[in-house]
């Protein structure tokens, strides 16, 4: 079985964000990097499903140069070989056209089964993997807690609202979108880290993939969140400020 997984670097979460003048984009010399936190579940499980089933796990990733790291850092995990579709200005595609440059690099491989994170740490659109099964026009579902390959056949349990799940059946191939705490993602060995300086990354201009440039949004420009602190005193009977109280938690707040 060969497995594609989407993998994105992003800014760590720790790091400290400092907007470009043109509050376009972050200064990104000025900070670290990490792989996508829930991309590293997607990761994790394609592993698994190869150390069951056999065959290779390959890499997707767009980004800049730096990218190359967190390539680096799927396939010291486990991950078979990668391809880096460069693109030094992706902070400014939306999710359609990311998942436009994903598409066409994904059919130079035609996996059996495409897995993604649930959504990116930086933009958080969730969307990416959606989108992408539309575009390669393959089944999909979202959400996915747990895996299992019979016979061609996939069965999959889905986390829903309220503490519900759902099992479905999906044929091969099929895009996934892999929940967050499906799995423990491990580290990479020195073993493993040695032995990814001899794996493939090809790499991809995103520009030679001959996908649309046309952005179906576009980000005018980011902000910081000005912090505020307000205090308000509530007077009357202990039903009265109890009555108030739940009121401005369920329609002020909205916490409720």
Known sequence: MKIGVCVKQVPARDAPLILREDAAWIREAEISYEMNDPDSYALEEALRLKEAHGGEVVVFSLGPERATQTIKEALAKGADRAVHILDPEFYRLDPLATARALAAAVRTESPDLVLTGLQSDDHGFGQTGVLLAGLLGL????????????????RLKRELEAGWFQWLELPLPAVLTIQSGINRPRYATLKGIMAARKKEIRTIPRAELGVPDTLTQKTERLYVPQKTKQTQFLTGTPEEIARELLRRLRYEARVL
């Open 139 to 154: 089944p999909h579902a979202t959400l996915i807690v747990q895996i299992d390959v019979q016979d061609g056949q996939l």
